[in-house]
């Protein structure tokens, strides 16, 4: 059993910039796709972002070239760095660890955009 809580959300003015973390109960990486993915209010989930165990990265367009995923393996803990943050970031954002045979999920950690 995996087991991820994410921290870092929280209320930002438009433009501004905030840090995901998602620890991990173990060391995981080499195992699983991690990901970010987000919900809001009467949508969907939708993804966010993903890292493979050897480092490849993806991202969804409306947030490319703004967020940025990364790791720390000595830490087991995945990051999500969101920089010029727009109102339409609102959403509960989770962590996902996902392979061929099990998907795991966070609790979820609010980010609010607003002035």
């Known amino acids: 059993q995996v087991q991820l809580v994410e921290s870092g959300g929280g209320l930002v003015q438009p433009g501004g910039s905030l840090r995901l973390s998602c620890a991990a109960s173990?060391?995981?990486?080499?195992?699983?796709?991690m990901g970010w993915y987000r919900q809001a209010p009467g949508k969907r989930r939708e993804l966010v972002a993903t890292?493979?165990?050897?480092?490849?990265?993806n991202y969804a367009d409306s947030v490319k070239g703004r967020f940025t995923i990364s790791r720390d393996n000595a830490k087991n803990t995945v990051y999500l760095q969101m920089n010029s943050l727009k109102p339409e970031d609102t959403a509960v954002y989770y962590c996902?660890?996902?392979?061929?045979?099990?998907?795991?999920w966070g609790q979820g950690t609010q980010v609010t955009v607003s002035s």
């Open positions: 996902n660890a996902d392979n061929a045979m099990y998907n795991y």
């Open positions: 890292l493979t165990s050897g480092g490849s990265t």
């Open positions: 173990g060391s995981i990486f080499r195992l699983y796709v």
